[in-house]
T-cell receptor, first 115, second 117 residues
Framework: AQSVTQPDIHITVSEGASLELRCNYSYGATPYLFWYVQSPGQGLQLLLKYFSGDTLVQGIKGFEAEFKRSQSSFNLRKPSVHWSDAAEYFCAVGAQNSGNTPLVFGKGTRLSVIA | GAVVSQHPSRVICKSGTSVKIECRSLDFQATTMFWYRQFPKQSLMLMATSNEGSKATYEQGVEKDKFLINHASLTLSTLTVTSAHPEDSSFYIC?????????????FGPGTRLTVL
């Protein structure tokens, strides 16, 4: 069965510091991987996605993620965090043709940013 | 890009009443829509998948008679919570995919906050 693990429930970083949010997945075939961000009371915003090709994916807001098949990981990174990045981050996995199949989400990592 | 809207964004209702939530694809035809539920500080859990013109497929543990899903057109799906109870209070999010957009991605609505008193 498909599953996504985000080991860190809550992370606090200082503004300007680098960030890495971990995501591990379990999936029987080649996964389609997504990172979403959710501000309190808001919907989901897609940060980036990986379908195939270059394993280092660039997203919006300065985020990037690297797909590592050998580690079943898709960690999200940002070199310098801004206070506005404080939010909940969800990693998700889907099948090829993910538009027609539901995504499986991790439990999320809450990011707090301190001055 | 593909835009999905939800209405209402927030609703408060009394226990025992029914509430309808609409999910619309604004600039594409949504052949498939998904309904997710998110409890406070939890992840999104799939409730059901609906394909236009077909009956929705519900996930295990989701009562189809309580959560009525209708996907009668290519731009609209509705979720009706019947005889709502306080434990149904949650954040309901829809997503959609379909014709004319990436087949590998679904697009999420902004969510509806339901509070049952």
């Amino acid at each position: 069965a498909q599953s996504v693990t985000q080991p860190d429930i809550h992370i606090t970083v200082s503004e300007g510091a680098s960030l890495e949010l971990r995501c591990n997945y379990s999936y029987g075939a080649t996964p389609y991987l997504f990172w979403y961000v959710q501000s309190p009371g808001q919907g989901l915003q897609l940060l980036l996605k990986y379908f195939s090709g270059d394993t280092l994916v660039q997203g919006i807001k300065g985020f990037e993620a690297e797909f590592k098949r050998s580690q079943s990981s898709f960690n999200l990174r940002k070199p310098s965090v801004h206070w506005s990045d404080a939010a909940e981050y969800f990693c998700a996995v889907g099948a090829q043709n993910s538009g027609n199949t539901p995504l499986v989400f991790g439990k999320g990592t809450r990011l707090s940013v301190i001055a | 890009g593909a835009v999905v809207s939800q209405h209402p964004s927030r609703v408060i209702c009394k226990s025992g009443t029914s509430v309808k939530i609409e999910c619309r694809s604004l600039d594409f035809q949504a052949t498939t829509m998904f309904w997710y539920r998110q409890f406070p500080k939890q992840s999104l859990m799939l409730m059901a998948t609906s394909n236009e013109g077909s009956k929705a497929t519900y996930e295990q543990g989701v009562e189809k008679d309580k959560f009525l899903i209708n996907h009668a057109s290519l731009t609209l799906s509705t979720l009706t919570v019947t005889s709502a109870h306080p434990e149904d209070s949650s954040f309901y999010i829809c997503s959609a995919s379909g014709q004319g957009i990436s087949r590998d991605e679904q697009f999420f609505g902004p969510g509806t906050r339901l509070t049952v008193l």
